[in-house]
């Protein structure tokens, strides 16, 4: 059964790079009929994308968030990541990766990432 | 960007009711949309892709329409395990894969 896992620190300091890293399990990373993603909501708030990879290593950012966002992919570990730089509070928010399909079917259960000192 | 706008913001609904949301488009999407159930301290769950295809395991009480710039999503009779916030989302046009701001429905 397909799964997604986000990791990654609960705390971040304000001007410090949010990283988080999704492991998925059931199922090969490497399919080529999928994009993973990265979206988040802030507390109380509604869902912004943020981006995506491709098996390949292409990636797909939100414009309002391009120059602070790095997204990868590693087939070996069936994993991808996020890298947010130069956070403050209004980047706290549950993080959650996905799989994307046209169509988001997979969620991982999500992780609150508080930006504070 | 494209921006997604839903409506009501929060529906008002007894069980066994039938409930429309509302999304639209600034531009058009084709038939690029996908609507998502989300409950309280959950992940959402995608319910509709493709504007009116139901994911797998979707009760045939969820449906969806439209095309172009506007799409409904009805519920055809309330359960309680329908109270929720729905979201709808364009991926005809990304990056962004933009969301609508949600629609609540609540308990009557």
């Known amino acids: 059964q397909l799964q997604l896992q986000e990791s990654g620190p609960g705390l971040v300091k304000p001007s410090e790079t949010l990283s988080l890293t999704c492991t998925v399990s059931?199922?090969?990373?490497?399919?080529?009929?999928?994009?993973w993603t990265w979206i988040r909501q802030p507390p109380g708030k509604g869902l912004e994308w943020i981006g995506s990879?491709?098996?390949?290593?292409?990636?797909y950012y939100n414009p309002s968030l391009k120059s602070r966002v790095s997204i990868s992919v590693d087939t070996s570990k069936n994993q991808f990541s996020l890298k947010l730089s130069s956070v403050t509070a209004a980047d706290t928010a549950v993080y959650y990766c996905?799989?994307?399909?046209?169509?988001?079917?997979?969620w991982g259960q999500g992780t609150l990432v508080t930006v504070s000192s | 960007e494209i921006v997604m706008t839903q409506s009501p913001a929060t529906l008002s609904v007894s069980p066994g009711e039938r409930a429309t949301l509302s999304c639209r488009a600034s531009?058009?999407?084709?038939?690029?949309l996908a609507w998502y159930q989300q409950k309280p301290g959950q992940a959402p769950r995608l319910l509709i892709y493709?504007?009116?295809t139901r994911a797998t395991g979707i009760p045939a009480r969820f449906s969806g329409s439209g095309s172009g710039t506007e799409f409904t999503l009805t519920i055809s009779s309330l359960q309680s395990e329908d109270f929720a916030v729905y979201y709808c989302?364009?991926?005809?046009?990304?990056?962004?894969?933009?969301f609508g701001q949600g629609t609540k429905v609540e308990i009557k």
């Open positions: 996905a799989r994307d399909k046209g169509g988001i079917d997979y």
């Open positions: 059931g199922v090969s990373i490497s399919s080529r009929s999928y994009y």
């Open positions: 990879v491709y098996y390949s290593g292409s990636t």
């Open positions: 531009q058009s999407v084709s038939g690029n």
């Open positions: 493709g504007a009116s």
């Open positions: 989302q364009q991926y005809n046009k990304w990056p962004p894969g933009t």
